[in-house]
């Protein structure tokens, strides 16, 4: 039954898939240019609400792990955010600062602001913020918030901040421009005030 032509292609046949299958993985697995079904990695969102309960953040004080975001929603009248330090509230903590603008609202409206606010928490470090309405002297009564504060020393707390705050005498700053963070359409206006 030897047959030396068909012992021949065989062999042929044998070596081609036995060359050919190791080649075909090795392009499959390291051609960066492959299209994936993989998708973006959930982050968790926190939301905070300006303008809930009178001139404060709600909540106001927030445990955020690095990654994910913080979104600020508006109720009326006119709140903003701006990122501050613990020892200067009510004034920007450097030009790089975020900022949200301000959100005009109508009082009775029922409606939060259009838009939200998201900033990213980048590191561990605590992220000081207050409302930068000078009609009325938010900050100053009272409406700033913080990103991780360090709770072991209480030196640095939300509480210590506020007394500082309260003996701010000039006007808050804001930024020149909406920065630090994105202003995108609210995914619920309507969740009330
Ligand atoms: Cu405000």
């Given at each position: 039954?030897?047959?030396?032509?068909?012992?021949?292609?065989?062999?042929?046949?044998?070596?081609?898939?036995?060359?050919?299958?190791?080649?075909?993985?090795?392009?499959?697995?390291?051609?960066?240019?492959?299209?994936?079904?993989?998708?973006?990695?959930?982050?968790?969102?926190?939301?905070?609400?300006?303008?809930?309960?009178?001139?404060?953040?709600?909540?106001?004080?927030?445990?955020?792990?690095?990654?994910?975001?913080?979104?600020?929603?508006?109720?009326?009248?006119?709140?903003?955010?701006?990122?501050s330090s613990f020892s200067n509230?009510?004034?920007?903590?450097?030009?790089?600062?975020?900022?949200?603008?301000?959100?005009?609202?109508?009082?009775?409206?029922?409606?939060?602001?259009?838009?939200?606010?998201?900033?990213?928490?980048?590191?561990?470090?605590?992220?000081?913020?207050?409302?930068?309405?000078?009609?009325?002297?938010?900050?100053?009564?009272?409406?700033?918030?913080?990103?991780?504060?360090?709770?072991?020393?209480?030196?640095?707390?939300?509480?210590?901040?506020?007394?500082?705050?309260?003996?701010?005498?000039?006007?808050?700053?804001?930024?020149?421009?909406?920065?630090?963070?994105?202003?995108?359409?609210?995914?619920?206006?309507?969740?009330?005030?």
């Amino acid at each position: 039954m030897h047959n030396p032509t068909l012992s021949l292609i065989l062999t042929a046949l044998l070596s081609l898939s036995a060359t050919a299958a190791p080649t075909t993985t090795a392009v499959t697995n390291s051609n960066p240019n492959l299209p994936t079904r993989s998708q973006p990695a959930p982050r968790t969102t926190h939301t905070v609400v300006a303008g809930r309960g009178g001139l404060k953040f709600e909540p106001d004080n927030i445990v955020a792990e690095v990654g994910s975001v913080i979104e600020f929603h508006f109720l009326p009248a006119n709140h903003s955010v701006v990122e501050s330090s613990f020892s200067n509230p009510c004034q920007p903590k450097d030009r790089t600062s975020f900022f949200s603008g301000f959100f005009p609202v109508p009082a009775g409206s029922g409606k939060q602001s259009d838009e939200v606010f998201q900033v990213e928490v980048r590191d561990s470090r605590p992220i000081w913020f207050y409302c930068a309405q000078n009609n009325g002297n938010h900050c100053q009564k009272g409406m700033t918030g913080v990103v991780n504060q360090n709770f072991d020393n209480q030196e640095f707390s939300l509480r210590r901040h506020r007394e500082i705050a309260a003996g701010v005498t000039e006007p808050s700053g804001v930024q020149r421009y909406v920065q630090g963070g994105w202003r995108i359409p609210n995914p619920n206006p309507q969740s009330g005030v």
